[in-house]
């Protein structure tokens, strides 16, 4: 089990910056550290994933809200077989063109990336992955793609443990089927799950805090593979490790590294069906029992009298808004700042609202740091390590707001 302890040290001076631009105050903070056991090695959270691979591929759809169809127990095929199935139709002169022109394979970084974009949009597969961290439950998937006769995109994410919770995806509407929630719908390209939208989409827009490393060949879940590293351009944010298949461009592995290299977080393919035609699934998918897409307000572009002069690179603001914290019924002004692979939450109060002392909690790949001042509060929420957050939160100073 592991174990915590709280511990006060004093603060460095230069930890906090007072907003007046001449002043700095010391003071100290709580930091509560997670004892580290054993660095996470692949070998072992690979483990767990082979453990859960044979359940989820008998996992059926009994929590499915809109299909009342249970799966055929052949609708997932392991590794192995796939790669059977995909020789077979090699040699097979009526090979579609979609599998024949997966067969090139890209001369460089950028050409693989576009090859894995293409293939999350165009391709008709059925993939179940698990998403692995350190002293914590393997979470299971399953994802489906297809595109219809009409071309229609359509796209489904399952969570196969507990009373399970499904995103269904048709064109651009996105509905959300939760325990204990109304069902509810959204505009969005693509699904918001584990693995980053950005990277299968858009993976190009992220070379702006990002490098792109070719490591060479492998082999995940049975299946020939290209290994690319992505790499912070500032060495600011954690690092990844990708394997895409070969054959089709698929993602089969993400590893996200700590700054010395430890795994914190792994998703795993264990198996990965292709086919010229959507999965059956989708013909038993009523569309007029979707919930319609919610009507949102955009929200205006609030003044705020703060802003932060760090941030790491291609990392830029894509919200700001006033809350209200849910457990103290506070007011706060709050920015959310992205680079597509990290998104990190800023939160602003007065120092007379400011509830505790300044704190530091670090778990897993989370941070959260609350830095308080003679004139206000800070707080910075977000998969970064520790010293970004603080570089972050100290950038923080007042600015001129025009009186409207």
Known sequence: MTKSFIQRVPAPVELVRAFSGHAFLACTFSIIVLSSPVPAQENGIEAASRQVAAEIEAESDAHNPVSQDILPP?????????????????????????????????????????????????????????????????????????????????????????????????????????????????????????????????????????????????????????????????????????????????LLKLNTLDLQGNVLEQIQVTSLTMSDTPPAYFARVNRASLPSPLALTPSTNRQQGWEVDYLPDGMVEVKRDIRRLAMTGQVVEYKLFSDGLVDVSVYVQPASDAIGSDLVLRHDLSTFLTLTDGKAQVTVIGEIPLQTANAIATSLKLKEVSGD
């Open 74 to 250: 052949d609708s997932i095929v392991t590794a192995e077989e796939a790669i059977s199935q995909k020789a077979a139709a090699h040699n097979d002169s009526a090979e579609p063109e979609s599998v024949g022109a997966a067969q090139v394979k890209p001369e460089s970084v950028t050409g693989w990336l576009e090859k894995m974009t293409a293939a999350t949009r165009t391709l008709n597969f059925q993939v179940a992955y698990v998403v692995s961290r350190l002293n914590q439950e393997t979470v299971p998937y399953l994802w489906r793609h297809g595109v219809l006769e009409d071309g229609t995109s359509v796209e489904q994410l399952n969570l196969q443990n507990g009373p399970g919770r499904e995103l269904i995806r048709v064109g651009d509407v996105v509905s959300i089927f939760e325990p204990d929630t109304q069902p509810y719908s959204l505009h969005s390209q693509y699904i918001n799950g584990p693995i980053p939208g950005e990277l299968l989409y858009e993976p190009v827009s992220l070379t702006k805090g990002y490098e792109f490393v070719s490591v060479g060949r492998a082999r995940v879940a049975g299946r020939p593979a290209q290994q690319f590293r992505i790499v912070s351009r500032d060495n600011t944010r954690f690092s990844y490790q990708l394997w895409l298949d070969e054959q089709s461009g698929m």
